[in-house]
């Protein structure tokens, strides 16, 4: 339960250059075992190097927990798995006091016996099969990077990503994530059916005798480092307007779009997603600024969790995306052409 508390500095051109080369091996390393779903996975990296968690969610056998362990595979972090049940509690996520005797003076005394959750990469597997107080344990290791139990503080080790799936289709045994919980999540991700020739290409490379193995690109280092580059991208005023603007826009009923359909819309936290994403992205790209595009890419993964809509919307089969898209009907664009 070591803490790191500062990323190195990074003190080159030659050393980021070093970093942004190591992105497409990551990819390389996670396209071995994951064939297609190339806008899953550059949104998970995206997440991954904004220092954010992420929510998959997605039909049985479509690759959620392959996707999860392929990327704590390729980057050298300590990974738990939590199985997510009913009956789960939450001293099973973040540990427990045993009592333990000292063999020399033979006083006992009570020891803290971490849990899953003192690990770097966590997947939480299937969440919202377990109630909502021990869905409640992870937000404050989510929010804060630390856990609390019987009065005392422990840290997490840096970088923490909290990686969860859901099932959206067996809604039986299920208990939805409370709208705090989910705000945790920096991106929510949809994971759909592969293409024809994804599918074909699968099923070849998944029923033969070779396991393809997967080496470790990134250290504890270089991701920090990548995270605080992530950090330092440029985004203009016009477009830090703009997202400001965006996300007012989901709660704003003078809109006809938006009175019709939101019941509640997203809070200041999913302007700062949108940004840390979007600088996030650049960096993915190699690129040290924010474009239009970078915002188009991410506005539905921010904001699909964050905006409520109304029964009538339900009803309508209206969905978070479809506000997402029409927000940039809705509001109208910078001008500036360096800005795309």
């Given at each position: 339960?070591?803490e ?5 500095p990074?003190?080159s ?13 990551l ?9 297609g779903?190339h806008?899953?996975i550059?949104?998970?990296?995206t997440?991954?190097l904004?220092?954010?968690h ?6 049985p056998?479509l690759?959620?927990?392959l996707?999860?362990?392929?990327l704590?595979?390729?980057?050298r972090?300590t990974?738990?798995?939590?199985q ?6 939450p001293?099973?996520?973040?540990g427990?006091?045993?009592?333990e ?12 016996n971490?849990g ?6 966590v997947l ?8 909502p107080?021990?869905q ?12 609390t139990y ?7 080790d ?6 969860a799936t859901?099932n959206?289709?067996?809604?039986s045994?299920t ?8 705000d ?5 991700l949809?994971?759909g ?6 599918e074909l290409s699968?099923?070849?490379s998944?029923?033969?005798?070779r ?18 580059l992530a950090r330092?991208v440029a ?10 603007r ?16 939101v ?8 302007g ?7 600088k996030?992205?650049?960096v993915?790209a190699?690129?040290?600024a924010?474009t239009?595009?970078d915002?188009?890419?991410?506005a539905?993964?921010?904001l ?7 029964f009538?919307?339900?009803?309508e ?8 898209r029409?927000l940039?009907?809705?509001v ?6 360096l800005?795309r």
């Amino acid at each position: 339960m070591s803490e790191l508390t500062a990323e190195p500095p990074i003190r080159s051109e030659d050393d980021v250059r070093r970093l942004l080369a190591k992105i497409p091996e990551l990819r390389a390393e996670i396209s071995k075992v994951i064939i297609g779903q190339h806008t899953v996975i550059d949104e998970l990296l995206t997440a991954f190097l904004a220092g954010g968690h992420c929510l998959l969610e997605g039909l049985p056998g479509l690759g959620k927990t392959l996707l999860i362990r392929t990327l704590a595979q390729a980057v050298r972090l300590t990974f738990h798995r939590i199985q997510f049940t009913p009956d789960l509690m939450p001293s099973d996520i973040i540990g427990t006091e045993v009592l333990e005797e000292d063999h020399v003076t033979g006083k006992r005394f009570f020891q803290f016996n971490p849990g899953p959750i003192f690990g770097q990469i966590v997947l939480a597997d299937e969440i919202n099969r377990t109630p909502p107080k021990t869905q409640a344990a992870l937000l404050e290791a989510m929010q804060e990077g630390s856990v609390t139990y019987g009065g005392k503080t422990y840290r997490l080790d840096r970088p923490f990503f909290v990686l969860a799936t859901q099932n959206p289709i067996e809604q039986s045994g299920t208990y939805p994530l409370p709208e705090a919980q989910l705000d945790r999540f920096l991106l929510y991700l949809n994971i759909g059916y592969p293409e024809e020739t994804d599918e074909l290409s699968m099923l070849a490379s998944t029923t033969g005798k070779r396991t393809p193995e997967i080496d470790p690109v990134l250290t504890v280092v270089d991701i920090l480092q990548l995270q605080a580059l992530a950090r330092e991208v440029a985004i203009s005023p016009d477009l830090l307007s703009y997202v400001n603007r965006l996300v007012r826009a989901t709660r704003d009923k003078s809109l006809p779009y938006i009175e019709k359909w939101v019941r509640w819309g997203a809070g200041p936290r999913a302007g700062q997603a949108l940004i840390l994403s979007a600088k996030a992205r650049a960096v993915l790209a190699g690129r040290f600024a924010v474009t239009l595009d970078d915002l188009r890419a991410l506005a539905a993964p921010v904001l699909r969790h964050r905006v409520l809509l109304n029964f009538e919307a339900e009803t309508e089969n209206i969905q978070p995306d479809d506000v997402a898209r029409e927000l940039f009907r809705l509001v109208p664009e910078p001008k500036s052409s360096l800005l795309r």
